[in-house]
């Protein structure tokens, strides 16, 4: 089973409230990644994690947070959303660093 | 500096035609990885690449590690490849990959 599994499909949130998206994969794989994707943009690194190590973007550093308690889960967490939080954030796996990565559907986040 | 640069920016062609889309990157490649943008915003992977050549049906990628480029064929091209096409690289001066900004095709009847 390759699939990535992205929880929920979509969210719709206020401003100032936190957000929390989950992503799984049973690959066993090492490396969890999670994108922003907005509307006529390329997706954009937030942060990932290589086994329980966690590296962030320095531009995003103080916006995103993540946990991975088990090598199958991930989560993205936001302490207090803005309406520039709106976008599809995108979740991947791979097996190590440089090798093909497995994209899950996407959680469609609305801040209002 | 940009380190993906992916061209051109949009393409229209008519049914039929052929496309060449184009990724050209600064430094060695660890990883490179094509992508088709579905209009919700999921990705559908079309090639893992990192070097030569790789075929499927109408499609075709080629990676050429010494001239830092990899370039995605879309032959006799129909209305169903209309979107955007984004590659993945991780170069070796990174440590996860990242996209270059998009080649939006159209595909017209």
């Known amino acids: 089973d390759t699939t990535v599994k992205q929880n929920p499909r979509y969210k719709l949130a206020r401003v100032g409230k936190p957000v929390n998206l989950i992503c799984s994969q049973t690959?066993?794989?090492?490396?969890m990644y999670w994108y922003q994707k907005k509307p006529n943009q390329a997706p954009k690194l937030l942060l990932f994690?290589?086994?329980?190590?966690?590296?962030r973007e320095a531009d995003t550093f103080e916006k995103f947070q993540s946990s991975r308690p088990n090598n199958s889960f991930c989560s993205l967490y936001i302490g207090s959303a803005g309406l520039e939080y709106s976008a599809m954030y995108l979740c991947?796996?791979?097996?190590?660093?440089?090798?093909?990565?497995?994209f899950g559907p996407g959680t469609r986040l609305t801040v209002l | 500096g940009q380190q993906v640069q992916q061209s051109p920016a949009s393409l229209v062609l008519q049914e039929g035609e052929n496309a060449e889309l184009q990724c050209n990157f600064s430094?060695?490649?660890?990883?490179m990885q094509w992508f088709y943008q579905r209009p919700g915003g999921s990705l559908v992977s079309l090639f893992y690449?990192?070097?030569g050549t790789k075929h499927s049906g109408r499609l075709t990628s080629t990676t050429v590690i010494k001239e830092r480029r990899s370039s995605l064929h879309i032959s006799s091209s129909q209305t169903t490849d209309s979107g955007t096409y984004l590659c993945?690289?991780?170069?070796?001066?990174?440590?996860?990959?990242?996209f270059g900004a998009g080649t939006k095709l159209s595909v017209k009847p």
């Open positions: 991947a796996s791979s097996s190590y660093w440089g090798v093909e990565q497995y």
């Open positions: 690959m066993n794989h090492d490396t």
């Open positions: 994690y290589y086994d329980k190590i966690l590296n």
């Open positions: 430094t060695s490649l660890n990883s």
């Open positions: 690449n990192p070097s």
């Open positions: 993945a690289l991780e170069l070796d001066n990174n440590n996860a990959p990242r």
